[in-house]
């Protein structure tokens, strides 16, 4: 590790990358497949309630820091970086390769680096959000100057296919950023929350104990619950996150949410008094792909040139745990 300078730091991020598997399935595929198991659904009712249109499956046998080791090879390339200037990985994921060694190290070594940090870290789909921060707070403790933030999530693999209420929510997907060390600030305040007395309404409440899996491994959602706390936190954590930095609403140029509901992302963006126009929307192609959503979407607007240098950025994370928070930064 780096030790820790006198020079006022901050971190900014330097590249993007992300990563889709090329399994694309619409919600016309999804009702065509749910239907030879009884179970009914239609686009009309995903496009509706939730803004989904496609989402992405890995390939059996695919494992989640694949996924990642492309996300992150597009990232590193696009800030001009080799793997070995990696000291600092962390992969936000709730879906690792195995229970240890963490998908970060994974990661590592298929990246071929070794000897700096690497660690999960597990906040669902707040796990981007949480996971920038920390490396934030890391880079500006000079415990780190060049990190690799990865979000990398195979929630195909956790999903009730007999439980329409949530299956056709969820897809698969990798985003990555590096993060350095910097004069300039780049990130300029972060918020993070959580409160464990929700842990119920969304989890995978199984574990493995004993050679095997011991209670229920796949996903559970109380749908309406989710969604009247995330428009709650979403809000305060925008504007908690702008007063901690010394901006306004009037700032933002974009808000990159959680991409699991078009109707929790537009009503943020209201209650911002945010154009439509500045909210970036990736979930109607990716679904909700948890820790990877962020990421995801900041990849996407960066490649579209919707997001440039210099504009002031407000990415938020909500979910599982329960969990929240936000991060604000000049690109
Ligand atoms: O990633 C973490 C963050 N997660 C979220 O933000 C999710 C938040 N929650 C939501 O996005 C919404 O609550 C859902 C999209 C999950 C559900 O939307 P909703 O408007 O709350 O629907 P609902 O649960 O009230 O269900 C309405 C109806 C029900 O039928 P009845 O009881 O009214 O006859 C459901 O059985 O829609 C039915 N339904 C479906 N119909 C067709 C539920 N799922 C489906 C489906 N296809 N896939």
Not at 101 to 107: F, G, Q, R
Request: hydrophobic residues 45%; aromatic residues 4%.
């Amino acid at each position: 590790m780096t030790p820790a300078s006198s020079t006022p730091r901050h971190s900014r991020i330097t590249g993007t990358g992300s990563y889709l598997p090329p399994r694309r399935l619409t919600n016309d595929d999804m009702a065509a497949m749910l239907a030879e198991r009884g179970v009914q659904t239609n686009d009309a009712w995903i496009v509706e309630r939730t803004g989904i249109r496609a989402r992405h499956f890995a390939a059996d046998g695919v494992p989640c820091s694949d996924l990642a080791l492309q996300a992150a090879r597009a990232a590193l390339e696009s800030a001009g970086r080799a793997a070995a200037d990696l000291d600092l990985i962390i992969v936000a994921t709730s879906t690792p390769d195995m229970v240890f060694p963490s998908t970060a190290c994974i990661l590592q070594a298929k990246l071929g680096a070794a000897g700096g940090a690497a660690f999960d870290l597990q906040a669902v789909c707040s796990g981007f959000v949480y996971a920038l921060a920390v490396a934030d707070s890391m880079i500006r403790a000079g415990t780190a100057r060049c990190a690799l933030v990865v979000g990398a999530e195979i929630f195909s693999r956790i999903l009730d296919f007999d439980d329409r209420t949530t299956c056709v929510l969820f897809g698969d997907g990798a985003g990555a950023v590096v993060l350095e060390a910097s004069e300039r600030p780049g990130i300029l305040a972060t918020e993070l929350h959580a409160d464990g007395r929700q842990a119920g309404i969304l989890c995978v409440p199984g574990t493995v104990a004993g050679g095997k899996v011991t209670g229920d491994p796949l996903l559970k959602m109380d749908g309406q619950a989710v969604f009247k706390l995330a428009v709650g936190v979403l809000d305060s954590a925008a504007r908690a996150v702008l007063a901690k930095a010394g901006r306004s609403e009037a700032d933002l140029d974009w808000l990159i949410p959680h991409q699991a509901n078009i109707r929790i992302m537009q009503g943020t963006a209201r209650k911002l008094k945010l154009p439509l126009d500045k909210l970036i929307v990736t979930v109607d192609e990716h679904g909700n792909t948890s820790a990877a959503s962020v990421p995801l979407a900041l990849d996407a607007a960066v490649k579209t040139g919707r997001v440039k240098p210099g504009d002031t950025v407000m990415l938020e994370g909500v979910g599982g745990g329960f969990t929240w928070g936000a991060v604000l930064l000049d690109f």
